[in-house]
C-alpha cells in the first residue's frame, strides 16, 4: 500500500497541517468537525472480507490520481541510500533495482514477470523496460488498471506490459506461468497471508524468483503476542488504510518454509525499515503546496483520513513495532 498512502499521508503528515489545511475560514467548523468524524472512524470499523476488498478498491480509485500528480507513478517508498538524497522518483525506481538485485535476478530468462497489487503499473513498466521482458498486473481498483494501461500505451510498451482488475487471492492466470513473481507493498492488503504466498507460488514457474516486500509487524519470540498498545494502534491504521490483521516477516518465512515448491535455501530476508525512513520527511518537504493540498480536499473523507494515519505509520516505524520487510526466494527446479 501501500503508499498511496504515504504521499496522500505526506499531504498532510502531521495532524496538525491536517487540522490547518481542514479548518480553512473557507469551510471552518464543518472542516474541524471532519477532524472528529476522523478519529471516530479510526475507533470502530467492523470490516469483514467483501468490504475490505471494496474499501481497497474505493480507496485507490480515488487517491491514485493525486498520487500520481504529485508523487509519479511508482506508488512505494524510496531507497533512501544516502540518506540526504533528495531525488525522490529515483529513488523509487533505486528501491526496484535494488529489490531485483537483492533476489539476484539479473534479467536473464525473465520473459514474463506479475505485479501482484500492481498500482499504475510503475514497477512492471519499469521491469519491461530493464529486462525485455512482458508483465500482467493485477489491482483491485479499475482506476489504475486503466491508468496502467494507459501510461504503457504513452510509453510504448502496450504490447508487452498490461493491467487488469483481479484479486491477488484467486490469480486469473494458469499454474508456472511467470519467471519473476514480484509484490511490492500489497502484501499488507491482503486478509490471507498463507493463500496469498499459495497463489504466488502457483502462478510461479519452476527456478523462477518471488520477490515480496511489505509491511509487517516486529518478530515475535516464541510465545509472545504483540501488546494491547501495540494492537490498537495497527487496528487505527488497518482503518485507515484498509489493511487487515498484520503478520511479521518471520510468519511469512514459515510459510515459505512450509511449502514443498519452493527452494528454501534460496530464501533471502532483510529489514529495509532504515532506507525508507527519510522517505516520510522527504515527501512532506516535497509535497506541501496548494495544489497538493487542494487536491487533497477533493480526494474525500477516506483519502483525507489516509493522510490523518501516516503519523500513525510513523509512531510505528519510530517504536520498532512497523517494519519494512523483504522476503525472496527461488522456486525448486
Ligand atoms: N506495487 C505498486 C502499488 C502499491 S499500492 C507500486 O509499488 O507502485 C497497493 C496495491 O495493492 C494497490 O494497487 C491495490 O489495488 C493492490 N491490492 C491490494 N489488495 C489486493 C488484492 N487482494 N488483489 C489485487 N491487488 C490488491
Not at 480515488?62 to 509519479?72: H, T
Not at 533512501?80 to 522518483?89: G, L
Not at 486503466?146 to 487488469?164: C, P, T
Not at 501495540?230 to 511449502?259: F, G, H, M, T
Amino acid at each position: 500500500m501501500s503508499r498511496t498512502l504515504l504521499l496522500i499521508a505526506l499531504l498532510c503528515s502531521s495532524s496538525n497541517l491536517l487540522a490547518t489545511s481542514l479548518s480553512t475560514p473557507a469551510v471552518g467548523e464543518v472542516r474541524v468537525g471532519r477532524i472528529a468524524r476522523i478519529k471516530a472512524s479510526l475507533r470502530s470499523d467492523p470490516r469483514n472480507r467483501s468490504d475490505l476488498k471494496k474499501g481497497i478498491a474505493g480507496f485507490y480509485d480515488r487517491s491514485s490520481k493525486l498520487w500520481e500528480e504529485v508523487w509519479g507513478e511508482h506508488m512505494h517508498h524510496g531507497y533512501y541510500d544516502p540518506p540526504d538524497r533528495t531525488d525522490h522518483t529515483q529513488a523509487q525506481v533505486d528501491m526496484i533495482d535494488k529489490l531485483l538485485s537483492f533476489s539476484g535476478v539479473v534479467g536473464e530468462g525473465v520473459e514474463k514477470a506479475v505485479d501482484v497489487g500492481c498500482g499504475i503499473g510503475g514497477s512492471s513498466r519499469h521491469i519491461v523496460r530493464k529486462y525485455g521482458c512482458k508483465a500482467r498486473g493485477v489491482t483491485l481498483s479499475p482506476y489504475q488498471a486503466n491508468r496502467g494501461n494507459e501510461l504503457a500505451k504513452e510509453q510504448g510498451i502496450a504490447d508487452k506490459a498490461s493491467f487488469q482488475v483481479a484479486d491477488a487471492l484467486d490469480m486469473p492466470f494458469d499454474d508456472d506461468s511467470f519467471d519473476l513473481v514480484w509484490s511490492l507493498e500489497s502484501g499488507e492488503h491482503m486478509p490471507d497471508k498463507q493463500k496469498f504466498v499459495s497463489e504466488l507460488a502457483r502462478v510461479a514457474k519452476k527456478g523462477s524468483t518471488i520477490i515480496l516486500c511489505t509491511w509487517v509487524h516486529r518478530d515475535l519470540e516464541e510465545g509472545e503476542e504483540l501488546t494491547k498498545k501495540e494492537v490498537k494502534l495497527l487496528r487505527k491504521i488497518n482503518r485507515a488504510y484498509y489493511l487487515p490483521d498484520w503478520c511479521s516477516s518471520k510468519d511469512y518465512q514459515q510459510i515459505l518454509a512450509s511449502r514443498d515448491d519452493v527452494d528454501i535455501s534460496t530464501m533471502k530476508v532483510d529489514d529495509w525499515s532504515y532506507v525508507i525512513a527519510p522517505f516520510w520527511k522527504a515527501v512532506i518537504k516535497s509535497s506541501l503546496n496548494l495544489r497538493s493540498v487542494i487536491g487533497l480536499l477533493k480526494s474525500g473523507f477516506s483519502t483525507i483520513r489516509g493522510a490523518y494515519a501516516m503519523g500513525l505509520m510513523l509512531r510505528g516505524f519510530n517504536v520498532g513495532l512497523i517494519k519494512f520487510g523483504v522476503i525472496t526466494v527461488k522456486m525448486k527446479e
